[in-house]
């Protein structure tokens, strides 16, 4: 019986393949051949496209590349599929601004038509500024043999502020895969920016992987065009798989200021971030730790988990393959994110479109040096108009409010909770304290609590058909006598369509609420529900794919589904108007 179920379902497998002209390659996208050069025409009723959110006008985008600012110009460059809605025909599509937040398309920055570089794919890298303001990009491609390698451009023109022409001058790549240095040339891609240590040598890190261990190969040059690889990595660790799109970087100890990688060798104040993108789950992992220019090796802080899957994240929800870049003027770090689709490719296709950019967001380190904050860039807003707000309103159990006069599409909230009786918190099983996101499914909006679930139902329709509920919910743990925090999201009823992933997003939020208020800060943009905890110790990023609650008919509502009150001492909420994107691609 077990043997004709499983002839059953090998021959399914082989159809669904033969169907949909399926296959998966090295670099983990799935491959659609029938749709990846499908130029379609875009429909007029468009109710998931943002408004504030970067994305080109069509097709398909995935990771962010090569952030950064030159000469007071923010430069962003991403993977694009110029001739259709699904992975394929990548190449460097570029944008420019002057404020992280109206946009302007430039001209394809990289194409893959150097056999030796890069003629099968111009995939995934970074830029570097080097100590004379010029800037670099590495990245990588994918040469006519199919192997992964590092390749180099320069701007054709330091004049140009908008760095619109880039030109890769070496007619072989700078770092690629050899039986000699035992790299898998299927998985080495991704360089980081690249570092500048006391010794005057430059430093970057490669993704890859040795069988199921992840690895950050080291690299070093004197001239940034001249690389030799380090015989021990700057860091791996077992068991978590492919690290894709790694980034290295110091953060400030006790400031929001931000730290050039390459000018803080000698700065005792300062700790260092290693973040890896993790191919098998597609969410972005990161440690805090220590890092020795003498022995060029990183070492993560106790506490810091690696393996397993269940360390520090950048976002809970949908966020991955993440660049940062240190934004000098005006000392920050700043952070993108790709946030992909929930829908079905035959979704994206008829809508003509795949992808969108998470908002750019400030790190920083918090003030215990065990985690980071992210947050939206103050930039943002600036987008927002019409102020509502409401104060000192107690939300008892099993209520809900409507907050009128917003765009509720297209908004930004802040909501601040007190009030609570802790002593009423619900009792956590101890087995469910590694699994925050299995608990938000378990307990989700509708599993009244005592404190808890409460927050925000956003892209709500009328009769509460659809909504998508970002919320908290509060536990004690009787074997540290503490309080514990869960935040969820909750797509469970975000669509009447169930061909959508409506998975729900948790974590733990790192406060303490004897001490601290609860902060909630949400940022809705028609498909997009985008959450920061606590001044972003915790964010989830989620899509939403409402059938009832487009444009006008969707509304917004705080809500109490505990059976404790709870007070909202402030609650501000803003329409938000449309940034600019201009330009063709």
């Known amino acids: 019986m077990v043997v004709t179920y499983l002839k059953q379902f090998l021959l399914l497998l082989v159809i669904f393949i033969v169907l949909c002209d399926v296959e998966v390659i090295k670099a983990s996208h799935p491959v659609y051949k029938g749709y990846q050069s499908l130029e379609t025409t875009l429909p007029k009723n468009q109710p998931y496209r943002t408004a504030f959110h970067f994305q080109p006008p069509r097709n398909w985008i995935n990771d962010p590349n090569g952030p950064m600012v030159y000469k007071g110009i923010y430069h962003l460059f991403y993977q694009y599929n110029p001739k259709g809605a699904v992975w394929g025909n990548i190449v460097w599509a570029h944008a420019t601004s002057s404020d992280l937040v109206n946009w302007e398309h430039r001209p394809v920055a990289i194409s893959p038509i150097e056999p030796n570089l890069d003629v099968s794919g111009a995939w995934s890298g970074s830029a570097t500024i080097l100590q004379d303001g010029k800037p670099v990009i590495l990245y990588t491609g994918v040469n006519s043999q199919n192997q992964q390698v590092q390749n180099i451009a320069f701007p054709k023109n330091l004049s140009d502020p908008y760095l619109i022409e880039w030109t890769k001058p070496l007619q072989k790549p700078i770092m690629a895969p050899t039986i000699q240095n035992q790299i898998n040339s299927s998985s080495f891609r991704d360089p980081s920016t690249g570092w500048l240590g006391p010794d005057n040598v430059w430093r970057v890190v490669v993704g890859s992987k040795i069988r199921r261990r992840g690895v950050a190969i080291l690299y070093k040059s004197r001239d940034f065009v001249h690389w030799s690889k380090v015989k021990k990595p700057l860091h791996s660790a077992q068991g978590n798989g492919m690290w894709e799109c790694p980034a290295f970087y110091p953060v400030s100890i006790g400031s929001r200021d931000s730290v050039d990688t390459s000018k803080s060798s000698h700065d005792l104040n300062v700790k260092y971030v290693l973040k890896v993108s993790l191919d098998d789950i597609k969410h972005d992992y990161y440690t805090v730790g220590s890092y020795s220019y003498h022995t060029d090796t990183y070492t993560p802080n106790n506490g810091s988990i690696e393996n397993g899957f269940s360390g520090l994240r950048y976002d809970y929800g949908k966020f991955y393959a993440s660049k940062s870049f240190y934004d000098g003027e005006k000392n920050r770090r700043v952070l993108w994110g790709w946030v992909n689709e929930s829908s079905s490719v035959n979704d994206d296709v008829k809508k003509g479109w795949s992808g969108v950019m998470a908002l750019p967001r400030r790190v920083w380190l918090d003030k215990s040096g065990k985690q980071l904050h992210i947050c939206p860039v103050q930039e ?183 059976s404790q009150s709870v007070r909202i001492s402030k609650l501000s909420a803003w329409s938000m108007k449309r940034a600019q994107i201009t330009g063709k691609l």
């Not at 989700?444 to 970002?470: D, I, N, Q």
């Not at 028609?526 to 899509?543: C, L, N, P, Q, T």
Request: charged residues 20%; proline residues 4%.
């Open 380 to 562: 943002i807003k600036k987008l927002r108009r019409d102020p509502v707000t409401l104060t000192n309103h107690v939300l008892q159990p099993t209520s809900l409010i409507q907050i009128n006069n917003v765009t509720a599409a297209q908004a930004d909230v802040e909501i601040t909770f007190d009030g609570l009786d802790l002593s009423k918190a619900e009792i956590i099983d101890p087995s469910w304290i590694s699994k925050p996101q299995m608990l938000c499914q378990e307990k989700g909006t509708s599993v009244r609590g005592s404190l808890g679930p409460f927050g925000l139902k956003v892209l709500a329709s009328k009769g509460l058909e659809e909504y998508t509920s970002v919320f908290f919910r509060i536990f004690k743990n009787v074997q540290t006598n503490q309080n514990m925090v869960l935040m969820c999201s909750d797509q469970s009823r975000s669509s009447l369509d169930n061909d959508v992933d409506k998975s729900n997003y948790g974590t733990f939020v790192d406060v303490d609420p004897i001490q601290e208020k609860l902060l909630l800060r949400t940022l809705i943009d028609h498909s997009i529900v985008e959450s920061f905890a606590a001044e972003g110790k915790a964010s989830i990023i989620a899509r939403a794919y409402p059938q009832l609650a487009i444009h006008r008919a969707a509304y917004l509502y705080a809500f109490n589904y505990g």
